[in-house]
């Protein structure tokens, strides 16, 4: 019954020609919402995963500059390892004074331990006491135990006037080698 009276209702209207243009002017619009909404849809769920693919690359990109820096880190560190032949912390540290000439004023180095890192590395440790350095030879030391040919870490440094001359310095410090194991 109820679709009778609504077909009767579109013929009337169909057989009037101003409603006719309303009709197709209606049937076109909801043509067109059917087409266009989903459309707007798809367009911003791809906006949405595109700038979410952009982020995950941009963090990616991120990511693999800082793997690349860290292997070139560790690249330097290794081949470090291989450009001498120095056996032993005393060895090393008695090189760079050497080199610097501040060996005469080395009062001692005590061997404080050796132990294993990460089952690659061995790190040596010892405590290294000198007199009468002036500031100059401290920088010096600092900067050649840096750039020393194998790995050297200053771990802990105590500096104080020297109680004969206070222009000069008396530096106790704990150095640690690295090596193969």
């Known amino acids: 019954m109820k679709f009778d009276s609504l077909f009767t209702l579109i013929r009337?209207?169909?057989q009037d020609r101003a409603s006719r243009k309303k009709m197709v002017i209606v049937v076109v619009l909801i043509g067109f919402y059917i087409l266009i909404i989903p459309n707007l849809l798809w367009v911003r769920a791809g906006e949405k995963e595109l700038s979410e693919l952009t982020a995950k690359y941009h963090e990616f990109?991120?990511?693999?500059?800082?793997?690349?820096?860290?292997?070139?880190?560790?690249?330097?560190i290794e081949q470090k390892k291989t450009l001498t032949k120095t056996n032993s912390i005393t060895q090393a540290i008695g090189d760079i004074s050497l080199s610097i000439g501040i060996k005469e004023k080395m009062k001692s180095i005590k061997l404080t331990g050796t132990k294993k890192?990460?089952?690659?590395?061995?790190?040596?440790?010892?405590?290294?006491?000198?007199?009468?350095?002036n500031m100059s030879e401290l920088v010096h030391l600092f900067y050649k135990i840096e750039n020393a040919p194998v790995v050297l870490a200053v771990k802990r440094v105590a500096i104080k006037k020297s109680f004969e001359n206070p222009e000069l310095l008396d530096v106790t410090m704990a150095v640690s080698l690295f090596g193969g194991p």
């Open 117 to 133: 890192v990460m089952d690659q590395m061995s790190e040596e440790s010892a405590e290294i006491q000198m007199e009468k350095l």
């Open 12 to 14: 009337d209207y169909w």
């Open 61 to 76: 990109s991120t990511l693999s500059n800082k793997y690349r820096s860290l292997r070139a880190s560790v690249n330097a």
